[in-house]
């Protein structure tokens, strides 16, 4: 299945499609989702089986508007409401309370659902022309990392989607920040370009974290997929380390002929035999867009090992941290 250029017509024929219960590649400002009726518990059977994800895994609903929060949601909190009012569109996912009428296909067997209104034209267009919820992961085989371009979807899912819409490169980069607001407390789920302090400074309260460490992670205990240890990786062994340890340790590699990709945040080899270099931008807004596909880049070189200098560990690289330590299964610390 090749893209389609996302004009007007092709929108039309994707919901179209979504409407009889197919799947539909399309892009958010985020990443590329897959796609189908959110309230078809067969179409969204068929998310499950083209991602080969645990069916007890929720999927985000997206919606068109805040208005129809409460197709989806009941006992809607006000905080819910504010966030939505300041942030949609927008990369922030909102856990609530599910209606009894949304499928448990969809939630992954859960009481709690969770909404997105995306920010982007062509997700927008295809909400409205659709008129439902279309529930949509990221368009990749569970585990593997995120599209952010049509392309990465027809390479991963392109014969088992019925259309993928091309709306371009996904502007964030990363997948959205997810708030859950279904309980007493706000809990963080998963850090996004939306950081924390931007939340709580809506909801004039503190946002308690829930991620957490990646040793600790097992597939078991986690509610989130994007919690797990393997989640976002690619192929090739990757390996977090601090800038200052990186000449020595490429040294080790080279003794050794090991074939390395780098992706630098500001290291700057001394010398390049044999690197596969890509130099990352400094600002976290900027990393984050390009993050995916150079991590795609690199992976596809089928190298020995991907070496990745880490970034700032502030607010800012948040999103971006958690990412690189679910890419990565080695870190310097574990040598
Ligand atoms: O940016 C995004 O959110 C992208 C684009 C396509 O919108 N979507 C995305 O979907 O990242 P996915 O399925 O790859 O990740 C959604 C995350 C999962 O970790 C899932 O477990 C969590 O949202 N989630 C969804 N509903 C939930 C719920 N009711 N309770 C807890 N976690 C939930
Ligand atoms: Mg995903």
């Known amino acids: 299945m090749k893209p389609i250029f996302a004009d007007e017509a092709a929108i039309k024929v994707a919901a179209k499609l979504l409407s009889q219960g197919r799947l539909v590649a399309f892009p958010t400002e985020t990443v590329y989702g897959l796609g189908a009726d959110a309230s078809n518990p067969i179409a969204i059977n068929r998310i499950f089986q083209a991602k080969g994800r645990p069916s007890d895994h929720p999927l985000i609903v997206h919606i ?3 208005d129809n929060l409460d197709d ?3 006992n809607i ?3 819910a409401i504010r966030l939505a009012n300041h942030f949609w569109p927008g990369p922030l996912a909102i856990i609530l309370n599910k209606k009894p009428e949304v499928p448990l296909e969809v939630t992954g067997g859960q009481t709690t659902v969770g909404l997105r209104m995306p920010n982007h034209p062509v997700a927008l267009q295809l909400l409205r022309v659709f008129g439902g919820g279309i529930a949509a992961p990221s368009a990749n085989r569970f585990c593997r990392i995120s599209p952010t371009q049509a392309a990465h ?8 989607v019925d259309m993928i819409l ?6 964030v980069g990363v997948e959205s920040t997810i708030v859950d607001l279904s309980g007493d407390i706000p809990r963080l789920l998963r850090p996004g370009h939306i950081t924390r302090q931007e939340i709580e400074a809506i909801l004039q309260t503190e946002l308690i974290n829930v991620a957490i460490p990646k040793e600790q992670a097992s597939s078991s205990d986690v509610r989130a997929p994007g919690m797990m240890t393997v989640h976002y990786a690619p192929l090739t062994v990757a390996m977090l380390c601090p800038h200052d340890q990186l000449t020595d340790l490429i040294k080790v590699l080279n003794l050794q002929n090991k074939t ?3 992706l630098a945040y500001q290291y700057n080899p001394p010398e390049n035999r044999g690197l596969h270099l890509l130099c990352m931008p400094e600002q976290a807004d900027s990393y984050a867009q390009i993050l995916y596909a150079s991590l795609r880049d690199l992976d596809s ?3 020995d090992i991907i070496l990745i200098e880490q970034p700032p560990n502030t607010e800012a690289w948040q999103a971006i941290n958690d990412r690189l330590g679910k890419a990565t299964t080695l870190s310097w610390t574990n040598h």
């Open 153 to 160: 979807v027809e390479k991963e899912l392109g014969t088992v």
């Open 166 to 171: 091309d709306g371009g490169v996904c502007e």
């Open 77 to 79: 909190p006000d905080a």
């Open 301 to 303: 070189r089928e190298l």
């Open 64 to 66: 068109a508007g805040i």
């Open 72 to 74: 989806w949601a009941i």
């Open 260 to 262: 390395i990709g780098l």
